[in-house]
């Protein structure tokens, strides 16, 4: 068989079809100057967008609503907003899109990237049934024949009247302002917003794609949606970690990266530099609380099996950090709408080590509190000999009147640092670094490192407050222990 260049033609039109990922790569030189430069992490993520199609071709209830979590520079804008728009309406032209990202200004350039890929010679000879309507074919909004439609908003704005198949929504909150917490929940509202935007109630697929930026951002919020809703979450650090999610994606990293041509090691080295610890952990970590922290360290602390700890004749106490009232006026967007939690820390001295046996937060009235503690503590070998601590803040002297006068614990009031939270966390360090204070490995694990470790930029700092009464209890006062800790610690500063 002769092969005309009709046939190369045919064939190339048959696999950007068949493979969004093969779309990608034919399309590429339509709007991007730079060469095209392959990479596993695209072909994965062209590959779950594509498995989206059938469901919005066929109108079939949408099968979960979907998180990818990349590297910045990682092509994700260019493969979701810019090019999977054509390749959707190439096989469903009546599709109805809504996308987003945090400024108009980029939300338009995308958009009107993939105007450029429509209205290009080769898609329209691939894709003729595909074409855009003269009198509607603004940069903000333009419809196809087929009756498909692509509308652009962005973070803060509105989008009245506007329903769509599949919302694409990239980084809904700018990068450099990542801690402000304002800024978090204008990106939350807005994504909620773009929720209800909806051809058919409950039944409109979320594609969120973003580097963390906080404990709280936009992937936190729809996570925390997954009880109510099915929800996929892709994360993929520019590093080989932990965080690798699903498992499976961990083989498409080489030499321990996730693009070693974008992302070589001596750029990461850059990155890190530039943005420093909390920023490169997010951003390209994926990792919002960074492994190693800010005042406090990880690897600071031991962690002991429980079997291997020695219980017989020790004496176990517990401190409380009780939750404030119920806070006014402040937004619902996020989960720092509730209030705080009730933080709870379980600890055992022996030889002078310190050890962290259960730490729990809890959200909970005072009635049901009072009940959890005393339930809570029998189970984490309270004695006659031990004690409840409770700093008398908050509704925490509310808390030692109810248990004293419901419960058989011995609950006493413990007076909190005056200095500020950083200070106290300081001052505790030393006798942290020494190792002086050890986890029993349990689940609560992750948590509470993710708490000290991450403060101040924790959302919740619970476990700080209680880490530095235990200090003061065990430690301060106790001079002998206090110059043990001293000397201990100055060998590693």
């Known amino acids: 068989m002769k092969i005309t260049k009709e046939f190369i033609y045919e064939v190339e039109k048959q696999c950007c079809i068949e493979s969004f990922y093969e779309f990608v790569k034919s399309f590429w030189d339509e709007i991007i100057q730079e060469d095209y430069i392959d990479s596993p992490h695209i072909k994965y993520i062209c590959d779950e967008l594509q498995l989206l199609v059938p469901y919005i071709k066929d109108r079939k209830k949408k099968p979960y609503d979907l998180i990818i979590n990349v590297p910045p520079g990682s092509t994700k804008t260019t493969l979701v907003l810019q090019m999977f728009p054509p390749y959707l309406w190439a096989i469903d032209p009546t599709a109805r899109i809504i996308s987003s990202s945090h400024s108009a200004p980029l939300s338009i350039e995308s958009a009107s990237k993939s105007r450029d890929i429509i209205l290009c010679p080769k898609y329209q000879r691939f894709f003729p049934n595909v074409k855009l309507r003269s009198d509607k074919s603004a940069k903000t909004s333009y419809e196809n024949t087929k009756n498909g439609t692509r509308d652009v908003t962005s973070t803060g704005s509105g989008i009245t009247g506007r329903h769509a198949h599949i919302k694409l929504m990239d980084d809904l909150q700018e990068i450099s302002k990542a801690t402000s917490k304002p800024d978090r929940e204008k990106a939350i509202n807005h994504m909620k917003t773009l929720f209800t935007r909806e051809v058919e109630k409950g039944n409109s697929i979320n594609v969120l794609i973003m580097q963390r930026l906080h404990e709280l951002d936009c992937t936190a919020y729809l996570l925390g949606l997954s009880s109510k809703r099915k929800v996929k979450h892709i994360c993929l650090p520019a590093e080989l970690s932990d965080l690798v999610s699903p498992i499976e994606c961990k083989s498409m990293y080489i030499d321990g990266l996730l693009d070693p041509i974008r ?41 002991m099996l429980k079997e291997l700890f020695f219980i017989e004749k020790s004496v176990f106490h517990f401190f409380i950090d009780t939750a404030y009232e119920k806070k006014k006026n402040i937004s619902k967007a996020t989960n720092e709408a509730r209030n705080d939690p009730t933080g709870l820390l379980c600890t055992v001295e022996q030889r002078g080590i310190i050890y962290l046996w259960d730490y729990r937060e809890v959200y909970m009235e005072l009635p ?34 109810t248990i004293r006068e419901f ?69 301060d006062g106790n001079i002998e222990a206090a110059e043990i800790a001293y000397k201990k610690a100055s060998k590693y500063l």
Not at 267 to 296: H, M
Not at 370 to 397: D, L, M, Q, R
């Open 368 to 401: 049901q509190l009072v009940k959890f503690v005393e339930s809570w503590a029998k189970a984490n070998n309270y004695t006659n000999n031990s004690s409840i601590k409770i700093e008398p803040k908050a509704s925490g002297k509310s808390t030692v009147q």
């Open 263 to 303: 992302m070589s090691r001596e750029i990461l080295e850059d990155k890190a530099i530039e943005l420093g610890t909390y920023g490169f952990a997010s951003q390209f970590k994926q990792e919002p609380t960074p492994p190693e922290g800010g005042i406090i360290k990880r690897n600071w602390f031991n962690v």
């Open 407 to 475: 419960t058989s614990l011995n609950v006493s009031e413990i007076t909190g640092g005056k200095d500020s939270k950083e200070t106290e966390l300081t001052n505790a360090a030393p006798s942290i670094e020494s190792r002086r204070f050890t986890l029993i490995q349990g689940d609560w694990n992750r948590l509470f490192l993710d708490r000290v470790c991450g403060f101040p930029n924790a959302a919740h700092d619970e476990a700080v407050d209680l880490i530095c009464y235990a200090k003061k209890f065990y430690l």
